[in-house]
């Protein structure tokens, strides 16, 4: 579980970085193939486009305007967050600025509300946070998330955005449903979370760790490298070909296989169809609306939807279930692992380190890409989360009060179960960040 005012906040500007990095694509872009990416993965398939759309008209307005008088200073952050004064006219930086060069210090950018993109005070009304961030825990425990293969998902969603009664019911389903889970814990405890985790699972701490082998993938490769003939003469199936274009898999076509790449994005097309036209409805609904002939017309669009989202649905269960008989078929042999130099707590923190490095990089070059005139560019940082209004703060709280109570009880599962490993001995201690941290700077 996750904080859920950190969880949206954290979605919001993950969602804005990712888009900003596709400001630098060039037109005949295309997607790697044999890779996921991630505009493919739920739910920034729908966020990442969502906010492209609504950053790209905006710089273009900001790179129009002219460029900013001599002399004119802004506000910069260094790698390690020390502030420091840039006059791009000059090309000079300055750790500090005299009297006259501070009358001439532009105010500085605040993330959260710009002109280069949606203000998290709009965004969070809209109604793609609706449906997909607010109380989003909530709706991936329960299997209701607008990603769900269930054909009510819709439906009883719908009616928990509109019935306080049904929403605390589903809470307290929710509730007793993590009660079961085998290990529940929390990003804002993670490395007491990952100790709880490793126990639940009788993986010790100070055991040996390992890493994949590559006879997996390699079988793999060569396996799509087979057409469908080919492999009916040598009596071995193909894995179906991922391709990256947008045609849609035709059952007509006869001896190729499915492609399940292209049969997720046909669901996903009909995904989305289905909630614009929920929205459609639920707006009918909330503005009371009396046309009959209309409301009957959105009804029964809705249900034809859901009709051919479930039948896309189908098919990629389908298609998923025959690349995993495939795999057998090719009898793909076992994973060789091999043991890693430290222990699996050591390689875990290691390996979260590195992660946080890169990830931070590359969030500080994609946000290169907004910037003003004047040379004032976006950063998210706690300190730019301290200084958004607390009435905004406390709006977000309100509009996932369930996440809250689920994540509430989280903690509390997590320390209860915390407890009863510590006294059963089975609890260990990742071991110091400082030699995961040391394994990390010498690669």
Not at 82 to 88: A, E, H, L, M, T
Not at 188 to 203: G, I, Q, T, Y
Not at 270 to 294: F, G, I, P
Request: hydrophobic share 40%; charged share 30%; glycine share 4%.
């Amino acid at each position: 579980m996750r904080d859920p005012v950190d969880r949206f906040l954290s979605a919001y500007e993950f969602a804005i970085e990712v888009a900003a990095r596709q400001l630098r694509r060039s037109k005949n872009y295309t997607k790697p193939r044999n890779r996921v990416v991630t505009d493919d993965v739920w739910p920034w398939s729908y966020l990442i486009p969502y906010f492209a759309e609504d950053i790209k008209p905006k710089m273009a307005e900001v790179k129009a305007e002219p460029l900013m008088a001599p002399g004119v200073w802004s506000e910069q952050r260094s790698d390690d967050g020390q502030v420091y004064y840039w006059n791009k006219f000059l090309n000079m930086s300055k750790w500090t600025l005299d009297e006259s060069e501070k009358q001439h210090l532009v105010p500085n950018l605040d993330p959260y509300n710009n002109r280069m993109f949606m203000p998290l005070a709009e965004f969070m009304k809209q109604p793609i946070a609706r449906e997909l961030l607010h109380n989003g825990e909530l709706m991936q425990v329960l299997g209701l998330t607008n990603y769900s293969h269930w054909q009510g998902a819709s439906q009883l969603r719908s009616c928990m955005l509109q019935d306080s009664a049904i929403s605390q019911e589903l809470l307290d389903f929710a509730l007793k449903r993590i009660e079961k889970f085998t290990h529940v814990g929390a990003t804002d405890r993670l490395f007491e979370s990952v100790e709880s985790a490793a126990a639940a699972l009788n993986m010790p701490l100070d055991g040996p760790a390992y890493g994949a082998g590559e006879a997996s993938s390699a079988n793999i490769e060569r396996a799509r490298s087979l057409t469908w003939a080919e492999a009916m003469k040598s009596g071995e199936a193909p894995l179906p070909q991922h391709s990256d274009d947008d045609a849609s898999y035709d059952q007509s076509a006869g001896s190729d296989s499915p492609d399940v790449h292209q049969l997720a994005r046909l669901a996903r097309v009909r995904r989305m169809a289905v909630s614009e036209l929920q929205r459609t409805w639920n707006a009918a609904v909330e503005r009371k609306e009396t046309d009959q002939a209309y409301l009957r017309e959105v009804r029964g669009e809705l249900n034809a939807a859901r009709a051919e989202l479930a039948e896309a649905q189908q098919q990629l269960v389908a298609a998923r279930a025959e690349e995993v008989k495939m795999r057998k078929v090719l009898g793909e042999q076992p994973q060789k692992d091999k043991t890693l130099e430290l222990s699996l707590g050591a390689e875990f923190q290691r390996c979260a380190t590195r992660a946080q490095n890169r990830n931070k990089s590359r969030k500080k070059n994609s946000l290169l890409n907004l910037r003003l005139n004047d040379y004032r560019q976006v950063y998210f940082s706690k300190e730019d989360r301290k200084a958004i209004p607390a009435a905004l703060i406390e709006e977000i709280k309100q509009l996932n009060a369930l996440d809250i109570a689920l994540h509430k009880r989280a903690l509390e599962l997590l320390e209860k179960r915390r407890s009863h490993q510590t006294t059963a001995g089975k609890l260990q201690a990742l071991p110091p960040v400082a030699v995961a941290q040391h394994r990390a700077q010498r690669e």
